[in-house]
T-cell receptor, first 114, second 111 residues
């Protein structure tokens, strides 16, 4: 298995632009997580899905952030409009739901908003 | 916050020495996990310890868990330069699916 796949790996955009980050979880995993990592705030859970359904989005910072999971093999995290303070590394992770299971992380998308 | 907090924030040792890092958390848990993050990479799972376990080993890794003190420690024995990375503990806060990560310990192993 190729592991969790994220695209793009790097994104540089200007303030006000829409940004869409993509994630393909490991086949067979039914939980998917979006995290944001910054020096100041560490690793923050933004939202997670079970069986394509959003379960907890309490970590989504503002209405500018939205996430979807239209099917078991694809998820997006959208920021519209983007702001400089959104600059961070965004990670997607997947796991088997429930039980004592580990999360598998993707390589991350480094977002820079100018 | 339910996050685990690692201590120390940074640790520098010589190759061959042992490295110990600690994690404290606030709520009850089902399990606690340790992850490693190499610079510029995603996190990689190292080891999981269940709330009813007190100690677990995996290769050069030894993890302990004290639920009464809400703390865990990760020991890396005979460290290598390749162990240089940041190490994070993650707790599930009683929810198998929602994990809280600490701020990490940055380990530097000098050759």
């Amino acid at each position: 298995d190729a592991g969790v796949i994220q695209s793009p790996r790097h994104e540089v955009t200007e303030m006000g632009q829409e940004v869409t980050l993509r994630c393909k979880p490991i086949s067979g995993h039914n939980s998917l997580f979006w995290y944001r990592q910054t020096m100041m705030r560490g690793l923050e859970l933004l939202i997670y899905f079970n069986n394509n359904v959003p379960i907890d989005d309490s970590g989504m910072p503002e209405d500018r952030f939205s996430a979807k999971m239209p099917n078991a093999s694809f998820s997006t995290l959208k920021i519209q409009p983007s702001e400089p303070r959104d600059s961070a590394v965004y990670f997607c992770a997947s796991k088997l739901a429930g039980g004592f299971n580990e999360q598998f992380f993707g390589p991350g998308t480094r977002l820079t908003v100018l | 916050s339910q996050q685990g907090e690692e201590d120390p924030q940074a640790l520098s040792i010589q190759e061959g020495e042992n490295a110990t890092m600690n994690c404290s958390y606030k709520t009850s848990i089902n399990n606690l996990q340790w992850y490693r993050q190499n610079s510029g990479r995603g996190l990689v799972h190292l080891i999981l310890i269940r709330s009813n376990e007190r100690e677990k080993h995996s290769g050069r890794l030894r993890v302990t868990l004290d639920t009464s003190k809400k703390s865990s420690s990760l020991l890396i024995t005979a460290s290598r330069a390749a162990d240089t990375a940041s190490y994070f503990c993650a707790t599930d806060g009683g929810n198998f699916n929602k994990f809280y990560f600490g701020s990490g310990t940055k380990l530097n192993v000098k050759p």
